[in-house]
Antibody, heavy 120, light 110 residues
């Protein structure tokens, strides 16, 4: 069955960097666009990034543009999120998720997430 | 890139129907038929229950239905069951290749 397992979260100081990974299995990874979505404690989800199925395009909201980079390695069935210049408001549970249709139409399966805490 | 607007809470008794609204703009909900709804139980990841305004993924009961009119979308849960008590979030694709979520609605089954 479909499985997404995020890792790489932790406690970091403001201004530092962190790289998250998402190991995918149970589906053809290279056929799907992939998202990162975060959820601050007690808050609703916030979309963070998307990468096309072939890696040709990436998009971000203004809140992370220029600081975060999404990438993928289809040979390892793994999605990444490089996060630089971290701020306190980046503190959240970060989920990777599968796009099941045209971009943004069907974020159909979410992993359990990895927690990122930005604090001095 | 403002969040979609949802009521913070909704409630109903078992067997009743409840509707949750999701209001956006002409740049997101009003422009695209890519509105989704997610159900989230405490400590769990969100689960997709409606996509492309009204479509249900396999395994989602037909008690859940979606619709859209203008810049607003709506999720209706019919025949409420105790297990429907959860947080519900809407999302929409928007101009400039982004996805916007709503702030969420806590559904209480009385």
């Amino acid at each position: 069955q479909v499985q997404l397992v995020e890792s790489g979260g932790g406690v970091v100081q403001p201004g530092m960097s962190l790289r998250l990974s998402c190991a995918a299995s149970g589906f053809t990874f290279s056929d799907h666009g992939m998202h990162w979505v975060r959820q601050a404690p007690g808050k609703g989800p916030e979309w963070v990034a998307v990468i096309w199925y072939d890696g040709s395009r990436q998009y971000y909201p203004d809140s992370v543009k220029g600081r975060f980079t999404i990438s993928r390695d289809d040979s390892k069935n793994t999605l990444y999120l490089q996060m630089n210049s971290l701020r306190a408001d980046d503190t959240a549970l970060y989920h990777c998720a599968i796009e099941g249709g045209p971009m943004g139409s069907k974020i159909e399966y979410w992993g359990p997430g990895t927690l990122v805490t930005v604090s001095s | 890139q403002s969040a979609l607007t949802q009521p913070p809470s909704a409630s109903g008794s078992p067997g009743q129907s409840v509707a949750i609204s999701c209001t956006g703009t002409s740049s997101d909900v009003g422009a695209y038929n890519y509105v989704s709804w997610y159900q989230q139980h405490p400590g769990k990841a969100p689960k997709l229950i409606i996509y492309e305004v009204y479509k249900r993924p396999s395994g989602v009961p037909d008690r859940f239905s979606g619709s859209k009119s203008g810049n607003s979308a709506s999720l209706t849960v019919s025949g409420l069951q105790t297990e429907d008590e959860a947080d519900y979030y809407c999302s929409s694709y928007a101009d400039n290749n982004i996805v916007i979520f709503g702030g969420g609605t806590k559904l209480t089954v009385l």
